[in-house]
C-alpha cells in the first residue's frame, strides 16, 4: 500500500508562512495530479490546490488564490505547498493526495496547520 508522507505543518501567527512537503513513493510521480486538500474540525474536506503532471496547470481555490502556491518537484516525487500570508480560517488538518486516470487514489496521513490571530 502506497502512503503519501507530508510535513511541515505547525503553529504559526496570522501574516506568517509555512511551506508544507508531501512525498509520494510513486515509480511514475510524473504522470500523476498531485493535490493538497484541508479538512477543519466539522467541515467537509475540501480542495485546496492541484497541479497536472508535468506542472503545467495549477489551480486553486478561491480562498487561497493569491496566497498560496502549489509546485512539485518530479526529480523528488515531492509536491509543496508554499503557504503566505496566512489567516486564522486556514487552520486544518491538510493532506497530500495523488490521482491518475485508471489508477488508485492515494492520500497522506495529513499535517496540521494551526493559525493564531
Known amino acids: 500500500q502506497v502512503q503519501l508522507v507530508e510535513s511541515g505543518g505547525g503553529l504559526v501567527q496570522a501574516g506568517g508562512s509555512l511551506r508544507l512537503s508531501c512525498l509520494a513513493p510513486?515509480?511514475?510521480?510524473?504522470?500523476?495530479?498531485m493535490s493538497w486538500y484541508r479538512q477543519a474540525p466539522g467541515n467537509e474536506r475540501e480542495l485546496v490546490a492541484r497541479?497536472?503532471?508535468?506542472?503545467?496547470?495549477?489551480t486553486y481555490a478561491d480562498s487561497v488564490k493569491g496566497r498560496f502556491t502549489i509546485s512539485r518537484d518530479d526529480a523528488k516525487n515531492t509536491v509543496y505547498l508554499q503557504m503566505n500570508s496566512l489567516k486564522p480560517e486556514d487552520t486544518a488538518v491538510y493532506y497530500c493526495?495523488?490521482?491518475?486516470?485508471?489508477?488508485?487514489?492515494?492520500w497522506g496521513q495529513g499535517t496540521q496547520v494551526t493559525v493564531s490571530s
Open positions: 493526495k495523488a490521482n491518475q486516470m485508471g489508477r488508485p487514489v492515494y
Open positions: 497541479i497536472s503532471p508535468y506542472g503545467g496547470t495549477t
Open positions: 510513486l515509480s511514475t510521480f510524473s504522470n500523476f495530479y
